[in-house]
């Protein structure tokens, strides 16, 4: 049987970080070659190397907008295309309530999370839609559908990850791109352990505790992350085009009344 993205082309930000190698990681194992997007360079360096001539790293800030441009050049100078772009980077900011929120940290995490993923749109769209293919998937989270205390500048952004991706997919559906998005809930990776150093006084019990807010009573793994993706940058995806998929364990789909 042939491998799922066999002879593809793929495109991965935040790819130093936990769920995009781990997205990496499955591409490549499925017939991929990856250009790797990060900000750190010395962590994209290592994993790039780690996944051998299928993976190509290059240093980039998702915010700055000549930066993006230069990504996304790249990718075509070295791959001619790009068939599946995963617009993943982001950061989770410091944690304070709303009344409190350091104004600046809004405007940082804002302009990663948000300016960032429309400025990955906005510069890798437009080869794929005169090509008349390709496949993105943006990264939301379960911040995009709930709440999430002393998260304003996070949440803020990931709601707006859904209006950016549902806005996509209307305008490029027809030239022959989907554009979807995940919601990862929480993942064991070093974003969350930023998030649970701020929130409790120990990032296990923190782990422990949120896990119990999923219907499987754990907390998720970036591969279980990277599947869904990789399934969505698929041509068994084929249908699929301006959706939310939560990948959290059932979070976000009951209200736990046995914990
Ligand atoms: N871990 C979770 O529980 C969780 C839940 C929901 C959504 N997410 C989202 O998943 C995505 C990946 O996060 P992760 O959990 O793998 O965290 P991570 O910290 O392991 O990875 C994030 C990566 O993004 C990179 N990055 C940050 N700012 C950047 C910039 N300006 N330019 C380029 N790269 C930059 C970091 O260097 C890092 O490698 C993020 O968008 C995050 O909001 C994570």
């Known amino acids: 049987m042939s491998k799922r993205h066999e002879g593809r082309t793929m495109l991965v930000t935040g790819a130093a970080g936990a769920i995009g190698f781990a997205t990496c990681e499955i591409l490549v194992r499925e017939g991929a070659r990856v250009m790797m997007v990060d900000i750190d360079r010395e962590g994209l360096e290592k994993r790039a190397a780690e996944l051998g001539d299928a993976a190509i790293a290059h240093v980039a800030d998702v915010s700055d907008e000549e930066a993006t441009r230069g990504y996304a050049k790249a990718a075509l100078d070295v791959f001619g295309h790009v068939d599946g772009f995963f617009n993943n980077a982001g950061i989770e900011g410091t944690l304070a309530p709303t009344h409190e929120y350091p104004v600046d940290e809004f405007d940082k995490v804002l302009r990663v999370n948000l300016r960032g993923m429309f400025l ?4 890798v769209l437009p080869d794929m839609v005169r090509r008349g293919r390709g496949a993105v998937v943006n990264t939301a989270s379960i911040g995009s ?6 998260a304003c500048a996070y949440n803020a952004a990931k709601h707006g990850a859904v209006g950016l991706t549902r806005t996509a997919a209307s305008e490029v559906a027809q030239k022959g791109v989907r554009v ?4 990862p809930g929480v993942i064991e990776t070093p974003l969350l352990v930023g998030m649970l150093e701020q929130m409790f006084d120990s990032v296990e019990a923190g782990m422990e505790k ?21 399934f969505l940058l698929s041509d068994e995806a084929s249908y699929v ?3 939310k998929w939560e990948i959290d364990g059932g979070a976000l789909a009951t209200i736990r009344n046995d914990v």
């Not at 990955?120 to 510069?123: H, K, P, S, V």
């Open 241 to 243: 085009n301006g959706a």
């Open 120 to 123: 990955g749109l906005r510069y």
């Open 210 to 230: 949120l896990g119990q807010t999923a219907t499987l009573n754990r907390v998720g793994q970036p591969r279980e992350v990277g599947d869904v993706v990789s």
């Open 145 to 150: 559908e709930r709440g999430l205390a002393g």
């Open 180 to 183: 979807n998005c995940v919601m």
